[in-house]
């Protein structure tokens, strides 16, 4: 029985092993392999550019190519196996993406065979009007012989128009005081409107007697206000620059963006000009200058100055690599030291008020 | 900067003369402001300083007492003005 568990717990823990090394494998291999980069371009009778990225030898890689009046090429391949790619063949990624569209097709493609199997029952006049596919069942239009039959359907609800299926001619007299009346009311209501209209013109002209420099005088003031926050804005940001500790925090972050750029620069580069001006003395005047500042004399940088006709050629080819564990610990030196931290919240607040 | 008790303020800073003082006390920038001060020197009258010139640290260590203030430098000679015949009625 004791033997059992102990076999049982051996296993488990050998598994455990297994896992926790792969895992630990894959961590390692994440930050320490490092990211390869190439780059290669060419501006001679064919201008084109290349570039490389690479991981892990096979487990990825990306290459683009650009040649002048061609189109771009690209291909990524993850263990050989090509993902994504510029040329006309379907990738496994466009295959596993694409089962939307493929069922959708399929599904198209059953709805049409159904209708081509009900359109062969009718005949092509009764399918070609398509108002009596789109009716409700059991209607029929109604037909209005004359426009009074039109009105019938829609009544007006006034006063000399018929109610309760009495005609308007029963009635003379009512009709005649009823209009009065209507007619009365409504020049009533012009007479008001008028009224209104001729006060909201006197308020206008009262108005319009303030001063005109009043709207001035607001906006200026407004932007005064806004003025001197934005200045106590400043104020503060600059107050907060100046302090000891943001200082230190500012030194820091440059020599740290320095060094990442330091590290992300190319390893290894080499390259060739060959170029000339139309004026010789030109040409030599500039070679002299590379010259001296050493460019001409480096041993990766071959410089051809081509006296005699005006020419500009040249290839250049960079390598570089970069690996995830600069950056992991680059974000541990900023993320342990007390006092960025310190400054990092003391500047939320500040920013935070502004 | 000190103010004086009875403290001279130009027409145009009436409106918004709280707001000035306020800001002026906790040495806030205030724009277009001019201050009326006591002479610096026993020959003169009064001293006009714009409001920039005093927020200069020099003046935080050699405070000026502030007897009027104006929005504009036109405004604080007419200010002076003021002043002047205030005193000579016996007003200040």
């Known amino acids: 029985m004791l033997s059992i568990i102990l076999l049982c717990l051996k296993v488990i823990g050998i598994l455990l092993l297994i896992i926790l090394g792969v895992a630990l494998f894959l961590i390692l291999s994440v930050l320490f392999v490092p990211v390869r980069y190439r780059l290669a371009g060419c501006f001679e009778e064919t201008k084109k550019a290349e570039a490389l990225v690479s991981w892990g030898g096979i487990v990825f890689r990306a290459r683009a190519a650009y040649e002048y009046e061609k189109d771009l090429r690209y291909t990524v391949r993850i263990f050989g196996v090509t993902i994504l790619t510029s040329e006309e063949k379907i990738t496994i990624l466009q295959r596993i993406l694409g089962w939307k569209e493929r069922r959708e097709e399929k599904r198209r493609r059953k709805i049409y065979e159904k209708y081509q199997r009900n359109l062969s029952k009718f005949s092509e006049e009764e399918w070609d009007n398509d108002a009596w596919a789109n009716l409700p069942e059991g209607y029929e239009p109604k037909e209005w012989s004359s426009w009074e039959d039109h009105m019938d359907e829609y009544r007006t609800g006034y006063p000399w128009d018929t109610v309760d299926g009495e005609s308007q001619e029963d009635f003379p007299e009512e009709k005649e005081s009823v209009k009065e009346r209507v007619q009365g009311l409504l020049e009533n209501w012009k007479e008001k409107r008028q009224e209104k209209r001729e006060q909201k013109e006197w308020e206008k002209a009262i108005e319009s007697e303030k001063t005109v420099e009043e709207p001035q005088e607001k906006w200026y003031n407004n932007l005064e206000e806004k003025m001197e926050d934005l200045s106590d804005k400043y104020e503060r940001l600059e107050r907060f620059y100046y302090e000891n500790q943001s200082q230190y925090a500012v030194r820091k972050m440059f020599g740290l963006i320095k060094k990442t750029i330091c590290y992300i620069l190319p390893t290894s580069w080499r390259g060739r000009l060959r170029y000339g001006f139309s004026d010789p003395a030109l040409t030599g005047q500039s070679y002299g200058l590379l010259c001296a500042t050493g460019v001409a004399l480096s041993p990766r940088c071959r410089i051809e100055a081509e006296f005699e006709e005006a020419v500009l050629e040249g290839r250049i080819k960079v390598r570089g690599r970069i690996r995830v564990f600069f950056f992991v610990r680059m974000a541990v030196l900023i993320f342990f030291d007390r006092r960025l931290k310190a400054v990092y919240r003391k500047g939320k607040d500040v920013l935070g008020g502004i | ?92």
């Open chain 2, 1 to 92: 900067m000190e103010f004086a008790e009875k403290l001279y303020i130009g027409l145009s800073l009436t409106k918004k003369k709280e707001r000035v003082i306020e800001r002026m006390e906790q040495g806030k920038m205030v724009f277009s402001v001019y201050c009326v001060a006591e002479a610096s020197h026993p020959d003169n009258l009064y001293d006009i300083y714009s409001y920039y010139e005093l927020k200069q640290p020099y003046y935080k260590d050699h405070p000026v007492k502030v007897l009027g203030i104006a929005g504009s430098k036109e405004e604080a000679i007419g200010l002076v003005a003021h002043m002047i015949t205030d005193k000579n009625q016996g007003g200040y």
